[in-house]
């Protein structure tokens, strides 16, 4: 069926190194992908999104990359910090489906390594 | 600048009981939304509400759950004859504008259910 999902359920980084965190769609309607940050115990943050006319976008030590041919969407962070400790999580936007409904996948937890 | 708040932050009920969850959106924001997450799994879409009118409740159990978004006040989840399995996570989320904006999370009530 249609689902968001991630490719790794643990990333282990080393602390300065880039994590590369990976996101499968199967929807090719959606138009829209949010990457959020959850620590413990907090909500969601957000990080960075993406609609589906553009392939790549920059924020502050994060780059978002959208491959439609694949359905594949990725989130890098540079020079990885104890910080970015968290579950990240991708979510999407389907224009089939009515608008603000996310459809989240199951998550990525990162642990930053000194 | 306040962000979505919710109260309470932890719940406690017996089975059986009334969860009544409160969400004040960020300001200026006239959408909410209202998300459940189990352990260790992704956020999962309920509801999603203008003030006065619900717009989309396609992921909303059919019974014993409802949602309001009244004119004045917060945005109100209400869990009746709760029971063990309604114990997650809770959050609300709001954005300015429906149509794929962004949506900005509150910090979640957790609902433990004895």
């Known amino acids: 069926g249609e689902s968001v999902g991630l490719h790794l359920p643990t990333l282990s980084v080393q602390e300065g190194d880039n994590s590369i965190i990976n996101c499968a769609y199967s929807?090719?309607?959606?138009?829209?992908f949010i990457w959020y940050k959850q620590e413990s115990g907090k909500g969601p943050q957000f990080i960075i999104d993406?609609?589906?006319?553009?392939d790549k976008r920059q924020g502050q030590r994060v780059t978002v990359l959208l491959n439609k041919t694949v359905k594949h969407l990725s989130l890098q962070i540079a020079a990885t910090q104890p910080g970015d400790s968290a579950v990240y999580f991708c979510?999407?936007?389907?224009?089939?489906?009515?608008?603000?409904?996310?459809?989240f996948g199951a998550g990525t937890q990162v642990v930053v390594t000194p | 600048n306040a962000g979505v708040m919710q109260n309470p932050r932890h719940l406690v009920r017996r089975r059986g009981q009334e969860a009544r969850l409160r969400c004040s959106p960020m300001?200026?924001?006239?959408?909410v939304y209202w998300y459940r997450q189990l352990p260790e799994e992704g956020l999962k879409f309920m509801v999603y509400?203008?003030?006065?009118?619900?717009?989309?409740e396609s992921g909303m159990p059919k019974e014993r759950f409802s949602a309001e978004f009244p004119k004045e006040g917060p945005s109100i989840l209400r869990i009746q004859q709760v029971v063990r399995g309604d114990s997650a996570a809770y959050f609300c989320?709001?954005?300015?504008?429906?149509?794929?904006?962004?949506?900005?999370f509150g910090p979640g009530t957790r609902l433990t259910v004895l």
């Open positions: 509400l203008q003030k006065e009118n619900i717009i989309d």
């Open positions: 929807n090719s309607a959606s138009d829209y």
């Open positions: 993406i609609r589906s006319n553009m």
């Open positions: 989320a709001s954005s300015p504008l429906a149509s794929a904006d962004t949506q900005y």
């Open positions: 300001k200026g924001h006239s959408h």
């Open positions: 979510a999407e936007n389907r224009a089939t489906d009515s608008w603000g409904k996310l459809q």
